[in-house]
């Protein structure tokens, strides 16, 4: 397997940092994964491994502002700057590997990140994975409407955290996160959560043109985000190919809780069953 890591240029001069893991012989498809709050790629190195293990090439960036990339921390003014960065990435990849069908992996608000790239770029992708999907969170609608009111006043005033223990039913892996010194301290701006507001708002809109194969995952016990919210996408995604699956009583973090190797083991036999020649 090899592994680079780099810094790439992205929308509106900012540099990004990229992690990429390639299988020694001729890769399948092509996974790129989103990462959302509370992250970074390099938390998904267990995932590259166990994707690349089956022939895979895996790209995972960190978002502008999050993790090692540039840009003010963890702040954006819209989703289109994240979007962007995700569109980076993909053109990336398939300019390196030519010909190769490439999935989209999106966590939590990489979730709303990556169907709203999906959204405008369909064609791009061979299939979605939507993990823990950030669309709907619990949090009444005049809490959302006061954040968004409050981003044009103080927009950089952070405004929510989320809590690792939330993430995952392994200690270990809790404790990880909590000694992670690039997700120490995470707080969301203002601007950061209305822009994640008004992408979930168009999402709602634009649902039914989504057309393309998706998977849609969420654990029963997600404190985080609502997995609700999942089974609204499915429902409304004109894709003929579609499936939700609810993980009974596994937390936020689908790959990295208590259970990950059964999900890892879904998520890899979705994607071989569309791409020819995978599952051999």
Request: charged residues 20%.
């Amino acid at each position: 397997m090899t592994v680079i890591e780099e810094r790439i240029d992205s929308t509106g001069g900012v540099k990004i940092y990229l992690r990429s893991w390639k299988p020694a012989g001729k890769p399948k498809a092509i996974v790129v994964i989103c990462h959302g709050f509370n992250s970074h790629g390099g938390l998904y190195i267990w995932t590259a491994e166990q994707l690349v293990a089956d022939g895979y090439s895996v790209y995972a960036l960190d978002l502008r502002g999050r993790g090692k990339s540039e840009g003010p921390r963890f702040y954006v003014d819209t989703i289109a700057d994240y979007v962007g960065d995700v569109a980076t990435v993909v053109r990336v990849a398939k300019t390196r590997e030519p010909g190769l069908p490439l999935f989209l992996l999106g966590h939590s608000a990489g979730g709303v990140i990556s169907v709203t790239y999906a959204l405008d770029h369909q064609a791009e992708l061979a299939g979605l994975i939507c993990e823990s999907f950030a669309y709907r969170v619990p949090a009444p609608g005049i809490v959302l409407s006061l954040l968004k009111g409050m981003s044009a006043v103080a927009p950089r005033l952070g405004v929510f955290k989320l809590k690792n223990s939330d993430f995952s039913r392994d200690p270990a892996m809790v404790a990880l996160l909590n000694s992670d010194p690039l997700i120490a301290n995470e707080s969301q701006p203002a601007a950061t959560a209305a822009a994640l507001i008004r992408a979930s708002e168009r999402l709602k809109r634009e649902f039914s043109r989504i057309t393309l194969p998706v998977f849609i995952l969420h654990g029963t016990m997600d404190k985080a985000t609502v997995p609700a919210g999942s089974q609204e996408f499915a429902a409304a995604a004109a894709s003929k190919d579609k499936t939700l699956k609810l993980y009974e009583g596994h937390f936020h973090d689908l790959l990295a809780d208590v259970g990950k190797e059964g999900v890892m083991a879904d998520i890899k036999a979705w994607i071989a069953a569309r791409v020819p020649g995978a599952a051999a």
